[in-house]
C-alpha cells in the first residue's frame, strides 16, 4: 500500500517518488536472497550513497541534502518497509557521521565531511563492548597520547556492517573517570592496528554482517579526536537521540511491510469458502496492527519535527523507539499469525520480519533503558 | 552540440488504463508517467553530452502530450537534462501518428538538434513509427534501434541486433537515433538532480507557436479511427501436455515452435 504522507516539500514528495521507484525495482527483487546468504549489498548501499539518500539531513554547506529529519525519516521508513537491515545501515552510517558534523572543528569539517557525505563512504558506530552494553561507562578501549598520535587498543563489539565501512566513530578512554573519560574519534578505513572478528551468527537482518572490530596498537593522528577529551560520553547520547529515531523509523517501515504482507494475503486465502479477510476475527486483528503502525508513524514524527525545530526532543525520541519497536513486535508477529502456517515457513517474508523486529527493542538502548530516559525525564 | 530527446507521457500500465468516449485513451484522468523506454533514451543523450569533448553539449527534452505530460519532462530534467519543450494545445487531442511527428518534427526545427534521440516504442502506443516519421519529415538520417551507440565527432555509429544478424550502422549529424533497452541502465535522479530540476527552464508551446494550423492535427485529421475496442480477454487456461506414449517431448516442442519460442 502507498502510504498516506504529510510531507513538507515538493521536492520530498519528489524524493519519496524516487525512493518508491528504487524500492520497487532494486531492492524488492534482491532482498530475501541477500537476507538468505547473508550477503552485504554493497552496491545498493553505493546506490543510495549516489541518490543522495546517504547524507540527507546534513546542512547543503557541508555536501549534505539540507533535508528536514522529518523527510529523511520518511525516506529511511519506505527503505525499511521494503529492506529493514538495508534501511538499519543507512541509519547507523548517519548516526555516525552526525558527530562530525555537529563537534568538529572548520578544519576538520573541510577536510573530513564532503568525502564522508559524497555517497561513496559508509560509516559504522564502534561504543559497545562485550562487558559495556546498556552500560557505557564500562567501556575500557583505550586512547593513549603520543606526540601528535592517539594509540588504542581494545575491543568493540557488535559493530553494525563493521568490517565494511569506510570509517568508525570511536569511542574510547582517554581517563579512567568513567563517564568523563570517554572520547570520541574519526578512525578512517584503512588504519593499521585494526582488525574483525568473525561475523555473529543472528536471529536475523543477516545481510547487515555485525562483527567486532579490534584495535591493537592501532595509531590516528591527534587532530581525528571529535570535541574536547572527556566529550565522548555528551557525543555518543546526542547522537543516539537522533540514532533512535532512525531505528524508530525502521521499526515503523517494518511493521508497515508486514501489515502490507498481511492485508495482501487475507484477501487471497481462502477457508471456509471465503477470503479470510471478510472474517471479523481477522479484520480486528489487521485494525489493530493498522492502528499500531500509524501511531508509531505519528509518534515518530512529532519528535523529528520537535528536533527539526531545534526544540528538546530527546524524551520523544525514547518513547518513539519504544512505542515503534513495540509495534514492529506486535505486528510482526501478527503478520505470521495471519499467513497462518506459511506466515511460519520461509517460503513467505513474515517470519525473517518477525525475526527482524526483535532487535529493534535491544539495539541503540534497550526498551529497559528508553523506559529509564523517559521517566528520568518526566521526575526531573 | 545539441540533443533533443522525445519522451512521451504515458499511463502507468499498472493502474486502470481508460478510454474516453471518442475512443481515445484517456490521457487526463489517469495516473501518468515518462514511458520506460524513453528513460534510455534520455540516458543515452546524457551520456552523449558529458562525453563531448567541447563541453557546451546540452539536451532539451522534447513531449507532446496534456498538462500533465510535464511530469515527463521534469523526470528527465531531474536525471539531467538541462531544458524542457512541451507542445500542449487542446487541438492536439486525438492526434495519430502522422499528426504526432508532424507536431515534434517543427518543434525540433525550431529547436535545431544534430542529434534527436528517441525511445525504441512508446510503452502504451508501441507503433515504433515516430523516429522514422521524424527522420522523413526532417530529411535526414535515421538511425534506429540502437543496443549500442558511440559518437565520434559527427559520426554516430550503433549496433542493431535482429533476430538473424547483428549489424553495425553509421551516419552524420544531424539524424534520428533511437535506441533499445540493451543501450543503457537509466540512472535514479538524484536528491540533488531533483533540487536543480527545479531551477531548469521548460517552455510552453502550442500550434501557434509551430506554425500548424488546428486541421492538420487531432482526432478530425487523423487517418486512423478507433471504430470500437473491447476489454482484453480473461486469461484462458494454459495448454497441459500429458506424456501418455513418450511423446510429449515432441508435443511440447511442436507447442513452442507453434508459439515461436523456440
Ligand atoms: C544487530 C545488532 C547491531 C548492533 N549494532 C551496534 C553498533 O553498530 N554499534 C554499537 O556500538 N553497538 C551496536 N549494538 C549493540 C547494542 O547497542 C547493545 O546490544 C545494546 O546496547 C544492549 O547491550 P547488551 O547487549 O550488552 O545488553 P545488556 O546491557 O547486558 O542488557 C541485558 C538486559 O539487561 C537489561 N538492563 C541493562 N541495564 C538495565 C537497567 N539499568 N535497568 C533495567 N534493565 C537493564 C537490558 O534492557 C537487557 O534486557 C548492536 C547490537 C545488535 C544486536
Ligand atoms: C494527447 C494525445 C492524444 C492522442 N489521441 C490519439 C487518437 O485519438 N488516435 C490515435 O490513433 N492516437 C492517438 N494518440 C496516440 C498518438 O498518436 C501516438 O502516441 C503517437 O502516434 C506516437 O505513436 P506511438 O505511441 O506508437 O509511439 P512510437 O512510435 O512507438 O514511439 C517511439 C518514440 O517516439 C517518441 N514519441 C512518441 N510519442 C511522443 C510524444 N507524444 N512526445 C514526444 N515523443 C514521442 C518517443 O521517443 C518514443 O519512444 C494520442 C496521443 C496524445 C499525446
Known amino acids: 500500500m502507498v502510504v498516506e504522507r504529510l510531507l513538507p516539500s515538493s521536492e520530498a514528495e519528489e524524493l519519496l517518488a524516487v525512493v518508491h521507484e528504487i524500492c520497487a525495482d532494486q531492492l524488492a527483487p534482491r532482498v530475501d536472497q541477500a537476507e538468505a546468504d547473508a550477503d552485504f549489498p554493497r552496491n545498493l548501499i553505493h546506490l543510495l550513497g549516489q541518490t543522495g539518500l546517504l547524507s540527507l539531513p546534513f546542512d547543503e554547506d557541508d555536501g549534505g541534502g539540507g533535508q528536514p529529519y522529518e523527510v529523511y525519516l520518511q525516506v529511511l521508513e519506505e527503505i525499511a518497509s521494503v529492506w529493514m537491515s538495508l534501511a538499519v545501515d543507512m541509519s547507523v552510517h548517519t548516526l555516525s557521521a552526525s558527530a562530525m558534523a555537529r563537534f568538529s572543528s572548520d578544519e576538520q569539517r573541510k577536510t573530513w565531511l564532503p568525502d564522508m557525505l559524497g555517497g561513496s563512504q559508509l560509516g559504522a558506530y564502534a561504543l559497545s563492548e562485550p562487558q559495556a552494553g546498556s552500560d557505557v561507562s564500562a567501556i575500557a578501549t583505550k586512547a593513549v597520547p603520543d606526540g601528535d598520535q592517539y594509540v588504542i587498543n581494545g575491543t568493540k563489539a557488535w559493530v553494525s556492517h563493521g568490517p565494511h565501512a569506510d570509517f568508525w566513530l570511536l569511542f574510547a578512554r582517554t581517563s579512567a573517570d568513567p563517564k568523563g573519560g570517554l572520547s570520541a574519534f574519526h578512525v578512517p578505513a584503512g588504519t593499521e592496528g585494526v582488525t574483525f572478528g568473525a561475523p555473529e551468527r543472528k536471529m536475523g537482518m543477516t545481510a547487515s554482517t555485525t562483527t567486532s572490530v579490534i584495535f591493537d596498537e592501532a595509531r590516528i593522528a591527534a587532530d581525528l579526536r571529535l570535541g574536547d577529551e572527556g566529550q565522548g560520553m555528551a557525543i555518543a547520547l546526542s547522537a543516539l537521540d537522533s540514532g533512535r529515531l532512525g531505528i524508530a523509523a525502521c521499526a515503523t517501515g517494518l511493521a508497515q511491510g508486514a501489515l502490507d504482507l498481511a492485508v495482501g494475503y487475507a484477501k487471497e486465502r481462502h477457508q471456509f469458502g471465503r477470503a479470510i479477510g471478510e472474517f471479523q476475527g481477522l479484520q480486528f486483528l489487521l485494525a489493530d496492527m493498522s492502528a499500531a503502525v500509524e501511531a508509531a508513524r505519528a509518534t515518530y514524527l512529532l519528535a523529528a519535527r520537535l528536533k527539526d525545530a531545534d526544540r528538546p526532543f530527546s524524551r520523544q525520541a525514547s518513547i518513539a523507539k519504544l512505542v515503534a519497536s513495540d509495534a514492529a513486535m506486535k505486528v510482526t508477529t501478527d503478520a505470521v499469525q495471519v499467513l497462518g502456517g506459511y506466515g511460519y515457513t520461509r517460503d513467505f517474508p513474515a517470519e525473517r520480519y518477525l525475526r527482524e523486529a526483535k532487535v529493534t527493542q535491544i539495539f541503540e538502548g534497550t526498551n529497559q533503558i528508553q523506559r529509564m530516559v523517559i521517566a528520568r525525564s518526566l521526575l526531573r | ?262
Open chain 2, 1 to 262: 552540440m545539441k540533443i533533443v530527446v522525445c519522451v512521451k507521457y504515458v499511463p502507468d500500465a499498472t493502474a486502470d488504463r481508460k478510454f474516453n468516449a471518442d475512443n481515445t485513451v484517456d490521457r487526463v484522468g489517469v495516473q501518468g508517467m515518462l514511458s520506460e523506454l524513453d528513460e534510455y533514451a534520455v540516458e543515452e543523450a546524457l551520456k552523449i553530452r558529458d562525453g563531448d569533448e567541447s563541453g557546451d553539449a546540452q539536451v532539451v527534452v522534447l513531449t507532446m502530450g496534456p498538462a500533465d505530460a510535464r511530469a515527463a519532462i521534469l523526470k528527465s530534467l531531474q536525471m539531467g537534462a538541462d531544458s524542457g519543450v512541451h507542445i500542449v494545445d487542446d487541438a492536439i487531442h486525438g492526434s495519430d501518428s502522422v499528426g504526432s511527428s508532424l507536431l515534434l518534427a517543427k518543434a525540433v526545427e525550431r529547436q535545431g538538434a544534430d542529434i534527436v534521440l528517441c525511445g525504441m516504442a512508446s510503452t502504451d502506443g508501441s507503433m515504433s513509427v515516430i523516429p522514422a516519421m521524424l527522420a522523413e519529415r526532417l530529411g535526414v538520417p535515421q538511425v534506429t534501434f540502437a543496443s549500442e551507440v558511440t559518437v565520434d565527432g559527427n559520426t554516430v555509429r550503433v549496433r542493431r541486433d535482429g533476430d538473424a544478424a547483428t549489424e553495425v550502422i553509421e551516419a552524420s549529424t544531424p539524424l534520428v537515433l533511437s535506441v533499445t533497452d540493451q543501450s543503457n541502465e537509466p540512472r535514479y535522479p538524484s536528491f540533488k538532480g531533483i533540487m536543480a530540476a527545479k531551477k531548469k527552464p521548460v517552455e510552453e508551446i502550442t500550434l501557434a507557436d509551430l506554425g500548424v494550423a488546428a486541421g492538420d492535427v487531432g482526432l478530425e485529421a487523423a487517418w486512423t479511427k478507433v471504430e470500437a475496442y473491447a476489454e482484453r480477454p480473461p486469461r484462458s487456461a494454459g495448454a497441459i501436455v500429458t506424456d501418455e506414449d513418450g511423446t510429449g517431448a515432441n508435443q511440447l516442442v511442436e507447442f513452442l515452435a507453434a508459439q515461436k519460442f523456440v
